[in-house]
Each structure stands twice: as structure tokens, then as C-alpha cells.
């Protein structure tokens, strides 16, 4: 006999059974014999339902002891009000209990004070009846009223016609997964490197403040976007590749050691950053975890430092060189004076053609001694004698000196110096220095005339000069600060050079803006306290 056909021979002998039953006074012949015939017929019913009773109760069984011995979880039930009628071995370990002291009791008991003024457990009852599952984390307590991180999920119990019957519910406690998640966190939060993780198609997923303030892109302007927007070409189109390249051979081209690359930041402007990746998690859900470290200010610091170096040796020899070429220069100018004046004495000899050669090695002469005096303005061991400075008087005697001259250059200039500014503490004659300079520069790039502007003027802690051409501007590309860097077919490059170091002995700064073919505009500022300038 099968279980299917198990209904019908019940049914069938339930009709026999009925059947002896009514006629149970009269005892026929032919129902004396069916008895026996129905009597086996019942046994076999009862041997088919024990067979079939046994997996399901080894079933049970099964499920019992797997529940007893899970002791990572604390696997009980709630009766349909919320009270505990089951619990097993690691909800003894996880709450404290024993199953004798809290079966009977109602859930609530596990939340904190709180939970159970704002009405959260029956929240959680309500939502588990009605979704059929709940799943939530928070704190919960022990019975010995410590917390513990607790996730949590309930199920509700139905049976077919669907009626309540209680909950099943699996908690396990997370505090230290959680602890391990919340220091991390808090460390890639505060950490002074950016720190992106991307996924494996190179969507950014995770960009910490340090990253937002590096690149100057909010954490939602990046998220999900390609990696790629940080970087400047070729990085940018090469980085697919990388990446196609290494899940194809395992062959690291970034990872796991520190690179010196260049990025770019939401004003597009290309940096130096250092950068090390690691690899998170496993094959299928493969993570990298960038570490961009911005090196611009110590790329900026070392080059500054090369200069200084650079400077110094050339100082040295610059020391030298003055020493041996200075004298014999003086020597040179003295006797071309003297050649003058003998020459003048004898009239008849000194025509044109002589006067103007003279002319011309006197010229020669001057400009040999401004470059060994340039020289020397580099080189010299800067002693800065700071007293309280007008910038209106520093201006006012430079121009008043070369005003005329530039004229004859067609160059017309024109000074906005308000009379009232607040006195510097500087070194008047370096600062004349630097404002001759930067007029200089500024006339020598309008060899056809133009206007030079020498504007000041007061920005509450520092005073601003700026110094204007209408020249040709300044060519792309090139550091007009360096030493040595010029356009001009007699310059030294020293010019800038000089004027940035007094700058610089200031605590003052130098810009400037230039449109090609239009002019340019030299930002000097000088800070008006300047107590500590040495
Ligand atoms: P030099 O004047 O001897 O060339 P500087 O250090 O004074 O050296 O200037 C360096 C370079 O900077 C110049 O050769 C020129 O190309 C550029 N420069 C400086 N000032 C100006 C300016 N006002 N307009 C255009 N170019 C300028
Ligand atoms: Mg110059």
C-alpha cells in the first residue's frame, strides 16, 4: 500500500466499520468472515502510517538538534503575544539566560528602557506579523544588563489557513563587527590621505573628506561615477586597461606599492600625488582601496629648496667671478674717462665716429656692471635693514628717477598711491630694488610705448602694489622666476630672481596675470605687521 491511496482504504474501511456497527445484533455468516480480512487491512493502515511518521520525526529530530547545538545564534520562538516558549543553546550563551528562567516571559525583557517606553517590541511584533519577516539591528541586553550589538531577524509562524502562531526569531550578537566597522570608519574619516575605494569596473564607491577636500569634488558628485574624473591624461585613457590587465593576469601594475603620479582636481588643475592600492575582499566582489596622498606643497617646498641650493652654488661663484671681472671692469672704465679727456684735449682727433665707439664701450661697460651688480644682489648675505617704510616714498623715488627716461621710450606712466597708506616695516632701499625691477620688466615688453601703472593700495592686513604694462605678456610655459630665465637677447634672468628673494625676506607675495599681446600685471603684498621679519 502507498500513502496515496492510504485515504481511500481508510475511507473504505471507515464505510465497513459503519457498516458492522449498524448491524452490530446480527451476525451474519458472511460479515463474520469479512472481519478478520478487515482487521488486516487495519493493521496494514497503521504499520503504512508508522512508516510514513518516522522520516518526519527524524526530520524534527534533525532540526531539534541542529538548533540545540547552534550555539553562534540564539534561535527561539515567541507565542503569538510575544512571550518566549522556546530556547536553545547560544541564547543561553549570547543573553545569559537559562531556558527555565525565560521561557514564559515576555520578549520585551531584552531591550533597553527606551525601546520599551517608545513601544519598540511591539512595533517589531506588528511589523514581523505583518511582513512575515523583520529584520533590524540595534542595542539589546543581557540579563545581566550589559548592551550587546544585536542583529536580529524574526519570522512569523502561520499555518496553512494562515492563522498566527507565534514568531521564530535569530539573533546573533555583532558588537565587535560592529566596533571593527566604526574605528575604521572614524579612521577613514579623519585620516589626512584621500581614500577611494572602487569597484570592479572602476566606480568610485567610497570617498572619504580627505579625498573631498584633495580633489574638491563632494562624496555625491563622485559616487558610482569612473575613477578615471581624477585623473589627467594618459592616465585617464590607460587606466581600463590596467585594470582589464590585472584581472586578466594578476599582473600588478599599481598595486601594493607607493607610485609618484599625477591627478586632477575638480578645477582641473593637474597635481603630483602619491599613491598605493589594495586590493578588498574576494573574486566576486573585488574592491581596491586607493590611498592618494596630495604631494603638491612638498613638490613645491623641494623646488624652492633645489633654487636656494641652486643659487647658493652659483653665489659662490658669482663672488668669485665679481671680485675678478669687477676690478679689472673699473679698471677699463676709468681709462676709457681718461681716453676721453685726453682726446678732448687734442680737438682736432675727437670726431663722430670716435665719440660714438667711446659711447658705445661705455655702454658696454654699464652693462656689464649691472649684470656683476645683479649678481651680487643675489648672492650677497642678504642683511635686511627694516625701519618704518612709505611705500608712496619707495615708489615716488624710483619713478621720479626713470619717469623721464621712460619717456623717451614712449612709455607714459601713471601712479595711484593714496597718500594715507599705513607705513610698512621694510628695507627701503631692497624694496626700491624691486620696484625698479618690476618697472623695468614692464617697460622693457613695450618696445612700441605704452602705459606703466603703478597702483597701491591698502587690503586691511597687508598692503598690495601692483605694477601694469600694456606690453606683450608673458609667454606660456615658462618660469619667469628661475634664475637665469630670459626672452631678451641681452637679459640675465636675474631680475625676478632678485626681486622674489627680497619678497620673500618680507613674508610678502608676487603674482601676476598676463594676457599675451595685451599686458601684464605684477601683484606685490607686503604684510603691514612685519615684527617678526628677520
Ligand atoms: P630679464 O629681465 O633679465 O629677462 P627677469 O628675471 O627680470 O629677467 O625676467 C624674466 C623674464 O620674465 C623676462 O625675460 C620676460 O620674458 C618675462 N617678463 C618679466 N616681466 C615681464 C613683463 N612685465 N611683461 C612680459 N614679460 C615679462
Ligand atoms: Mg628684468
Known amino acids: 500500500m502507498s500513502d496515496q491511496n492510504l485515504p481511500r482504504t481508510i475511507e473504505t474501511l471507515q464505510r465497513k466499520i459503519t457498516d458492522l456497527r449498524k448491524h452490530a445484533g446480527q451476525h451474519s455468516e458472511q460479515r ?7 482487521i488486516e487491512e487495519l493493521n496494514r493502515v497503521i504499520e503504512t502510517l508508522r512508516l510514513a511518521e518516522q522520516p518526519l520525526q527524524n526530520q524534527a529530530e534533525h532540526y531539534r538538534l541542529l538548533v540545540e547545538g547552534c550555539t553562534d545564534y540564539a534561535i527561539f520562538m515567541l507565542d503569538p503575544g510575544g512571550n518566549v516558549v522556546s530556547w536553545n543553546a547560544g541564547a543561553e550563551r549570547i543573553k545569559g539566560y537559562r531556558a527555565e528562567e525565560i521561557i514564559g516571559k515576555h520578549f520585551s525583557c531584552f531591550y533597553p528602557q527606551q525601546d520599551v517606553e517608545t513601544g519598540k517590541p511591539d512595533q517589531v511584533l506588528h ?6 519577516r523583520h529584520q533590524d539591528e540595534g542595542w539589546r541586553l543581557r540579563k545581566d544588563g550589559s548592551r550587546f550589538w544585536a542583529n536580529v531577524v524574526m519570522t512569523a509562524l502561520r499555518n ?15 558588537t565587535e563587527r560592529r566596533r571593527v566597522a566604526a574605528r575604521l570608519r572614524s579612521l577613514i574619516d579623519t585620516t589626512q590621505d584621500a581614500v577611494i575605494f572602487i569597484d570592479r569596473q572602476g566606480r568610485i564607491d567610497l570617498f572619504n573628506p580627505a579625498a573631498e577636500r584633495i580633489f574638491g569634488y563632494t562624496r555625491a558628485e563622485v559616487q558610482g561615477q569612473k575613477v578615471q574624473m581624477l585623473m589627467p591624461e594618459p592616465y585617464a ?6 585594470i582589464e590587465r590585472y584581472k586578466r593576469t594578476g599582473e600588478p601594475h599599481a598595486i601594493g606599492r607607493i607610485r609618484s603620479v599625477a591627478a586632477r582636481r575638480k578645477s582641473s588643475e593637474v597635481f603630483p600625488i602619491e599613491i598605493s592600492v589594495a586590493e578588498l575582499g574576494d573574486d566576486e566582489d573585488m574592491r581596491y582601496a586607493a590611498l592618494v596622498r596630495d604631494v603638491s606643497e612638498r613638490v613645491k617646498l623641494q623646488g624652492q629648496l633645489l633654487e636656494r641650493e641652486r ?7 658669482a663672488a668669485i667671478l665679481a671680485h675678478e671681472i669687477g676690478s679689472p671692469l673699473n679698471g677699463i672704465s676709468l681709462a676709457v674717462q681718461l681716453l676721453e679727456k685726453q682726446l678732448t684735449k687734442q680737438h682736432a682727433l675727437l670726431d663722430d665716429k670716435v665719440t660714438a665707439l667711446l659711447d658705445r664701450i661705455a655702454r658696454e661697460i654699464r652693462r656689464l656692471t649691472l649684470l656683476l651688480d645683479e649678481y651680487r644682489a643675489l648672492t650677497r648675505d642678504q642683511r635686511f635693514d627694516l625701519q618704518p617704510t612709505s611705500l608712496m616714498t619707495v615708489v615716488t623715488d624710483v619713478l621720479a628717477v626713470e619717469t623721464q627716461h621712460y619717456a623717451t621710450l614712449g612709455v607714459h606712466v601713471e601712479q595711484e598711491i593714496p597718500s594715507d597708506l599705513p607705513l610698512l616695516v621694510a628695507d627701503s632701499h ?9 618697472c623695468k620688466n614692464a617697460v622693457e615688453a613695450m618696445p612700441d610705448g605704452g602705459t606703466l601703472t603703478v597702483r597701491a593700495y ?3 592686513r597687508q598692503l598690495c602694489l601692483e605694477v601694469s604694462d600694456t606690453g606683450v605678456g608673458i609667454p606660456a610655459g615658462i618660469d619667469i622666476f628661475a634664475a637665469f630665465t630670459t626672452t631678451k637677447p641681452h637679459g640675465t634672468g636675474l631680475g625676478l630672481a632678485v626681486v622674489r628673494q627680497i619678497i620673500e625676506a618680507h613674508k610678502g607675495t608676487l603674482t601676476y596675470h598676463s594676457v599675451p599681446g595685451q599686458g601684464t600685471t605684477f601683484t606685490l603684498t607686503l604684510p603691514i605687521s612685519q615684527s617678526e621679519t628677520g
Open 32 to 38: 463474520c468472515a469479512e472481519l478478520p480480512q478487515i
Open 127 to 132: 511589523m514581523a506579523a505583518a511582513m512575515g
Open 160 to 174: 496553512e489557513a494562515g492563522q498566527l502562531h507565534g514568531f521564530a526569531k535569530v539573533t546573533r550578537d555583532v
Open 237 to 242: 585613457s590607460e587606466h581600463d586597461g590596467y
Open 311 to 317: 643659487l647658493a652654488s652659483v653665489g659662490t661663484t
Open 430 to 438: 631692497k624694496l626700491k630694488q624691486v620696484v625698479l625691477n618690476l
Open 458 to 460: 591698502d587690503s586691511g
